[in-house]
């Protein structure tokens, strides 16, 4: 698994740099939403746009989004596959990033993940680590740890590369305008970072980081309904993508695509040559 460095953040030049996109999709949460917002405008790096997916909420989520002066997206149709894509679709920066409504990025989180892209020109899109930031204190940190790593692991063997963690990813808009016409967007069912990762993954590379700086609610695991729910996804997730995506065949597909591309330099470099 490729792992990026610790905390690259620093040395990021908002004036000279890619215009950062951020999406939030939403749904009823307009507290968490409120102060995610706020962390997002603490942020060291400029954000060119903060994009809210607004997926069908009836409290006041889309008054908090413009009042915190968020581009603010309906999308009817139901599940966070469709709200993300939507966003997605929305933004106009260079850079999408993303996170949920009940997470609190640190100050440094956008200029990180802009450093983590830079780093390797080759990546699609990174991803990382959260922490609770809710919930018993002593648990926070060993039970994220217990749920990312599990995740990871079991992601990145059904995937064959680092897998996306919705709360705390970033990706190149020209990489989601290349996936964009393949996600399963229409099915509220499936586990939408995961379905993502099967296709970026393939076509370019997904890198994981060991970085910190990001919290979340443990609201969705104070239940094993809750926990149930994402592994069925995954597994269904998995399901619709194999045999198709089973890991060899696509590590043999992507060496097919790297060995034509080689060999169709020489002839681009000679054609050339000889104009």
């Known amino acids: 698994m490729a792992v990026l460095g610790s905390d690259p953040a620093g040395g990021i030049a908002d004036a000279t740099g890619?215009?950062?996109?951020?999406?939030?999709?939403?749904?009823?949460?307009?507290?968490?939403?409120?102060?995610?917002?706020?962390?997002?405008?603490?942020?060291?790096?400029?954000?060119?746009?903060?994009?809210?997916?607004?997926?069908?909420?009836?409290?006041?989520?889309?008054?908090?989004?413009?009042?915190?002066?968020?581009?603010?997206?309906?999308?009817?149709?139901?599940?966070?596959?469709?709200?993300?894509?939507?966003?997605?679709?929305?933004?106009?920066?260079?850079?999408?990033?993303?996170?949920?409504?009940?997470?609190?990025?640190?100050?440094?989180?956008?200029?990180?993940?802009?450093?983590?892209?830079?780093?390797?020109?080759?990546?699609?899109?990174?991803?990382?680590?959260?922490?609770?930031?809710?919930?018993?204190?002593?648990?926070?940190?060993?039970?994220?740890?217990?749920?990312?790593?599990?995740?990871?692991?079991?992601?990145?063997?059904?995937?064959?590369?680092?897998?996306?963690?919705?709360?705390?990813?970033?990706?190149r808009r020209d990489a989601w305008l290349a996936a964009s016409p393949h996600v399963h967007r229409d099915d509220p069912e499936l586990h939408d970072d995961l379905d993502l990762a099967f296709h970026l993954g393939e076509r370019d590379g997904i890198r994981w980081s060991t970085a910190a700086g990001m919290g979340m609610s443990m609201r969705p695991f104070g239940t094993g309904r809750g926990l149930t729910r994402r592994l069925v996804r995954g597994l269904r997730t998995v399901a619709v993508h194999w045999p198709v995506d089973f890991p060899p065949h696509r590590w043999a597909r992507r060496a097919t695509a790297a060995l034509e591309a080689a060999s169709a330099a020489p002839r681009v470099a000679r054609g050339q040559g000889r104009a």
């Open 18 to 171: 890619p215009r950062v996109s951020v999406v939030v999709p939403v749904k009823d949460d307009a507290p968490h939403l409120a102060a995610c917002l706020r962390a997002l405008a603490q942020q060291s790096a400029t954000v060119h746009e903060i994009v809210v997916v607004d997926n069908g909420s009836t409290d006041d989520s889309a008054a908090v989004a413009r009042a915190a002066g968020a581009v603010v997206v309906p999308c009817d149709a139901p599940g966070i596959p469709a709200a993300a894509a939507r966003g997605y679709d929305a933004a106009t920066g260079d850079v999408i990033l993303r996170l949920d409504a009940d997470c609190r990025p640190d100050r440094a989180w956008v200029a990180r993940m802009l450093a983590l892209l830079a780093a390797d020109p080759r990546a699609a899109a990174v991803s990382g680590r959260a922490t609770f930031v809710d919930g018993p204190r002593a648990l926070r940190r060993p039970l994220a740890a217990l749920y990312l790593g599990t995740y990871v692991v079991l992601a990145s063997a059904a995937l064959g590369h680092p897998p996306l963690f919705g709360s705390n990813m970033a990706m």
